[in-house]
């Protein structure tokens, strides 16, 4: 799978931790998973599903974890959330030693990054609509080089914004 021994998998946004098990099952070889989360609620729920697995709780503009300390960090559905969308990337970056993947970013061509407001599980919450070139050269300014790009869930926000939208999953490379 990643041709890494033992590699480190960072997921930032693991919610209930359910990608240790999807790991577990995707390759040959086993990952030592560590799983990050803002949510106390959510966290409790992993560490009692997987609790052979490490949790931490923190933001992802402040994570707890040495530099280059995973091999792969991956950041679910968390950029769309936060105001400090720049500093999660760099902390990613920071995090980082071969590869990061953005997953579920929502993106759009012609306009600029956009913020929406909606309610999400009762409370009011932030979205982050990037444009897909910003969002490409803020990886690449902090030293993320765009390997491949998947298309991901179908999320078009055309009505709201007036131009169609879809998300996407961003592999990056670490550069040297």
Not at 58 to 84: K, N, T, W, Y
Request: proline share 5%; net charge neutral.
């Amino acid at each position: 799978m990643t041709q890494l021994r033992l590699p480190c998998v960072v997921e930032v946004g693991c919610g209930s931790g359910w990608n240790a098990e999807v790991l577990a099952r995707l390759g040959e070889e086993p990952v030592r998973y560590v799983g990050i989360d803002y949510s106390p609620s959510m966290l409790a729920v992993a560490r009692r599903a997987y609790p052979e697995h490490r949790f931490a709780q923190a933001e992802a503009s402040r994570l707890p974890l040495r530099d280059g300390a995973a091999d792969i960090l991956v950041s679910g559905g968390v950029l769309m959330h936060l105001l400090d969308y720049r500093d999660a990337i760099r902390e990613s970056r920071r995090v980082a030693r071969r590869w990061c993947i953005f997953h579920t970013v929502p993106v759009m061509m012609r306009r600029k990054t956009t913020l929406l407001e909606k309610r999400a599980y009762g409370s009011p919450t932030i979205e982050v609509i990037f444009n897909e070139t910003e969002v490409r050269r803020l990886f690449e300014e902090v030293g993320l080089r765009v390997r491949h790009v998947l298309p991901n869930i179908d999320y078009d926000l055309e009505d709201i914004l007036g131009e169609r939208t879809v998300t996407k999953t961003f592999l990056c490379e670490v550069d040297g």
